[in-house]
């Protein structure tokens, strides 16, 4: 085939891929092919499809970009809020499918990691002023650090830093469970202080959970990428790849049993929860003022509850307390949550003033 | 999907502020639309912004979305102008080294053994051969090829007449042809 017609077939094929061939133009592209086949393969491999991304990539993009539009209001118009047949007792049936990405369970272990080693008291003691913001049970705030990240700041949460922030390092101390969106800086480290961790964060957004009640500390990362170190092993790092979720233990054993230690304490790597209903990312829900419980036992809805509502919540029964529940709550209040859990698995309870007895 | 298909899921999106709808369309533009923006700004992190905002707004338009005839060509167009805005901005800044490139499917840092396995021996031929090319021809390539846009659009996208358009094609199509030619005397 001579040049002057290559040129003539590219143009042909050009025309087709482009949707702006005229019939003529088909039809002398056919009867090229039928002259010339050995233009057939690279004729049939354009009319395939380029190939997608795998779809774990849209995955991530996706729940990254969920976590933006709520935390930016959207979303918030009409979302199907729960009613009693949506709601399930088990997490594997009912409407309230969940979708958990299945992600390598693999805790990198590489080389040592310098941390600055300053404990929160120290670094507070050491400066001359810091800053602490503290939120209530019942209230939630939004604040913005120096260098423009941005942070959600669950119920009953605290959170401070030095006057020093920003000069060599970004650190922050925090007590209970915030949202991070943190600025790229590659020159300042951003790392969290919380109870026995430290958090570097090398990525963009992550949701961490530190409420002394609670047994483990645990953080999510929505996107980008971020590095955990414990306090009493610094020279391991665990880095954390968008949708995994780290939970650390914080009751640890004595300790002199060993065997138990290295069961017990050893942090544990998983995955996000996503429902797709409404496409919330569980961990970060509570930013949107949803609570999502995922086969949850009743005791920890009873921890979100009285978080959100100011309440103490009292158990009369050791039974109940296990009780799992699934669904997602919106603005409900608290009698309607709990005559909704009561519908699908039967408790009794009393509201006193402040006080919830579950019997 | 088709065209018909996409403008049910702007209907209900527009109208009912579906929200399944809605992240059927995240889904079904997030490659072609992540891979335009990286060719572009050449920045994996950034790319992944500008379509999230993208997308954003396109929920903001409320019912005008349903007026939207061609959505992917609006979704492009919307793309570059960020991805241009962004670079302006930047301006000063050094340009970044790093080369991503993600027309052989996916981001270097997510490359898997698995996901490596999903791309065809051909299809990876294909895509070397279109990493090479220049930027400007790569990207008629992509409009074309994965878009389907007309000359006219591709155009109107990249500022370019319909006879660069045939040039860059018949650059990109020589060389593909060139890869396959090789692959098939190597079996």
Known sequence: MNNFTQNQFYKLLTAKLSGDATEEQLMQLQQQLGLHPEWRFLYDQMMKPSAEYPKELADQAYAAHIVKMQLNGKLDADLPSLSESSFTQSANKGIYRKMIYVIAVAASIIG???????????????????????????????????????????????????????????????????????????????????????????????????????????????????????????????????????????????????????????????????????????????????????????????????????????????????????????????????????????????????????? | MLIKDILLLQNRIAYLRDEQAYKQLFYHFYTSLHRFAISIVHHNETAEEIVSDTMMNLWDLGTRLAQIEKLNLYLLTSVKNACLRHLSKKKLDTVQLSEHDFLAGKPDTHQTPESQLMLSEIEKRINESIKDLPPQCRMVYRLIKDESLSYKEVGGILNISQNTIETHMRIALRKIRLALLHYLSEK
């Open chain 1, 112 to 359: 040592f990691l310098f941390i600055i080693k300053k404990s929160p008291e120290e670094t507070l003691k050491h400066s001359s002023a810091s800053n602490e913001v503290t939120t209530r049970k019942g209230s939630k705030s939004n604040i913005k650090l120096p260098d423009g990240t941005q942070v959600w700041l669950n119920a009953d949460s605290r959170i401070s830093y030095t006057k020093e922030f920003g000069d060599k390092t970004r650190e922050v101390t925090l007590t209970g469970e915030a949202y991070f969106d943190v600025v790229h800086d590659s020159v300042h480290p951003f790392l969290i202080h919380t109870g026995n961790a430290v958090i570097k964060v090398l990525g963009t957004a992550f949701n961490v959970r530190n409420y002394p009640q609670d047994k483990s500390l645990e953080t999510s990362l929505i996107r980008g990428k971020i590095e955990v170190t414990l306090i009493d092993r610094p020279d391991e790092k665990i880095i954390l790849k968008p949708l995994e979720k780290l939970i650390i233990r914080n009751d640890r054993p004595d300790r002199d049993s060993i065997i138990r230690k290295n069961v017990i304490d050893k942090p544990v790597l998983t995955s996000v929860t996503y429902t797709m209903v409404d496409s919330l990312v569980a961990e970060t829900s509570w930013m949107k003022d949803k609570m999502v419980f995922i086969n949850l036992p009743l005791e920890k809805i009873a921890e979100e509850l009285e978080r959100k509502f100011a309440v103490t919540v009292h158990f009369n029964s050791a039974t109940t307390r296990q009780y799992r529940y699934t669904g997602v709550f919106g603005t409900e209040e608290l009698d309607e949550i709990l005559e909704i859990l009561k519908q699908s698995r039967k408790i009794k309870y009393s509201i006193t003033n402040k006080h919830v007895i579950i019997e």
